[in-house]
Structure formats: structure tokens, C-alpha cells
């Protein structure tokens, strides 16, 4: 999927961006172009340092960049905002809030309570009730986030972000977290998220078969300084499962990615030297 073939206004737009830190020797982000169509899984990789991280919270309004545009929808991003929404590593739960009550906690913030009516309150309580139910997390929904595991404390967290309904869902790193198993449980989860919501999702990880699997696009960034390096368009149906991981054509690109991320940070394992250095502390 990509704009090319969509007459449609991007959800997000990214035009000659660029980002320096204070006292930074080199810029975060330099010349960022990246157009994402509206209900587009995006996923974005790269070695450690390359800006995967900061342009998400770019994107968010909770890092402001420094050159070039980025807009939503057509309108520039000045902050944080209704339209977009953010699911982080580490799962920010409320502890003293149930698992219905901290879904519920976004429709208590001023951004999403202006002009409400009984009804507009009514049809919250029954969208909070429906992602109990999609996330799976009806059994514990009067538990408190410490008697929950990992995995559904962050089902938790994505169901609290899409409680007010955002037309973007930005995720940082999500399942890093979680153990294999849990992650794939996940993978398909958001998967089925993203298709009954229609959400345009922008994805962050270090994991290239996550990649994979969930993105219509992977972005692939390379670090010193933080930029766009490759575009891989994903060559799987809309709707995916977990053999498809080991189709030949998966495990190709894979391949790919992989060694153009190991190009572009440099780190790259050379066996004959280990060898060697094996034998001479030897």
C-alpha cells in the first residue's frame, strides 16, 4: 500500500524533517520524507541510535522538531492531540485504577470532554465494554494491574489508547517486553485490532520478523545521523498467519533487512577475528 496508488490526503506527512538535540554533535533526525496513508500499518527498524524513537514522538507532538514539516491530516503538529494516540514499552498503568477504569481514564481528560452529552458518556461506557471484550480482558476486569501478567497489562494499555477512537495509533516498541510466545498472542491481537478499527498505525522495534509480519510498509533507518535508508514494501495478504513466517519469500526479506541494518550501523560480526582473539587470550 502505498500513496502512489491512493488519491487520498496521508494521515501523517514528513517533509525534509529534521531534529537536533541540544548540544548534540550530530543532528537526531536529518531530511525525513515519509508519506502514510490513512489505515496503513507502518513499521519502523534500524540499528540503536538511528531516530526510530524520536520521530514517533514527533509524530505524537511530544518532541518538536526543528526542521522541515510534519503534519496530520493536513494540519501541522504543534503538540499532543485527540487524533493521535501513544502505546509505549513500559505499560504506564494506573496501579490504584482497575483494568475497566483505566480504559475508561481517557474519557476523563479535558481534550475529551468538551461539549459532551449523557449520550456521547453512554456510548463510552459501551466502547469500554467492547474492548474488554476484543482485548480479551473480560475475566479481569476488576482486577488491579499488579495481579495482571505482562502481556495483559500492555492489552490493557492499547485498549485505554483506542478508547477515545484516534484516527493515528502510535506504538513504541510495545511487546519488547514480552516473552515469544506472548509476542506472537500479540502480533495477532493488534493485527485484528488494526482491521476492526481501521486505524492508521506507526510501529516501532528492534525485531525485523515483527516487522515484518504486521507492517503493509517497513521502514527500514539508519543512525549517525538519524534518516530514511529503505522503504520495503511487504509482500503478504491483508489478513496473516503465523506460517507465513516461514514462507520463503518472509524469510528472503528478512535476510535483506537484516544485513542492510547490519550495513548501515556497521556493527557486523567478524568470525575470523573472534577467532583469533579467542586464541591469543587463550
Not at 471484550?133 to 490493557?156: F, I, K, T, W
Not at 492499547?158 to 477515545?164: E, K, N, P, T, Y
Not at 514480552?178 to 502480533?187: G, K, N
Request: glycine share 6%; with cysteine; proline share 6%.
Amino acid at each position: 500500500m502505498t500513496l502512489a496508488t491512493l488519491d487520498v490526503m496521508p494521515s501523517l506527512c514528513c517533509r525534509a524533517l529534521g531534529k537536533t538535540y541540544p548540544g548534540g554533535k550530530q543532528p537526531a533526525l536529518v531530511d525525513v520524507n515519509l508519506d502514510i496513508a490513512p489505515n496503513e500499518f507502518v513499521t519502523l527498524v534500524g540499528a540503536s541510535g538511528c531516530g526510530k524513537s524520536t520521530l514517533l514522538r514527533c509524530m505524537a507532538g511530544l518532541e518538536r522538531h526543528d526542521q522541515g514539516e510534519l503534519r496530520v491530516c493536513g494540519q501541522p503538529i504543534a503538540g499532543p492531540g485527540p487524533d493521535r494516540a501513544m502505546v509505549f514499552q513500559h505499560y504506564s498503568l494506573y496501579p490504584w485504577l482497575t483494568v475497566i477504569e483505566n480504559i475508561r481514564f481517557v474519557r476523563r481528560l479535558s481534550a475529551h470532554t468538551r461539549d459532551r452529552s449523557s449520550s456521547d458518556v453512554e456510548a463510552a461506557s459501551g466502547r469500554a465494554d467492547a474492548l474488554l471484550r476484543l482485548m480479551g480482558l473480560d475475566a479481569v476486569r476488576d482486577a488491579y494491574p499488579n495481579q495482571l501478567s505482562g502481556g495483559m497489562q500492555q492489552r490493557v494499555a492499547i485498549a485505554r489508547a483506542l478508547m477515545s477512537a484516534p484516527p493515528i495509533l502510535l506504538m513504541d516498541e510495545p511487546f519488547g517486553a514480552l516473552d515469544a510466545q506472548t509476542r506472537e498472542v500479540m502480533h495477532d491481537l493488534i493485527a485484528h485490532v488494526h482491521r476492526q478499527e481501521r486505524s492508521t498505525i506507526v510501529f516501532v522495534t528492534h525485531d525485523v520478523e515483527e516487522a515484518l509480519y504486521l507492517g503493509h510498509r517497513v521502514v527500514l533507518m539508519a543512525p549517525r545521523p538519524g534518516r530514511i535508508d529503505t522503504i520495503y514494501p511487504v509482500p503478504l495478504p491483508a489478513r496473516r498467519n503465523q506460517d507465513m513466517k516461514l514462507a520463503p519469500e518472509f524469510l528472503a526479506l528478512k535476510r535483506e533487512i537484516l544485513e542492510r541494518i547490519r550495513d548501515t550501523s556497521g556493527m557486523k560480526t567478524d568470525l575470523e577475528l573472534l577467532e583469533k582473539l579467542s586464541q591469543a587470550a587463550a
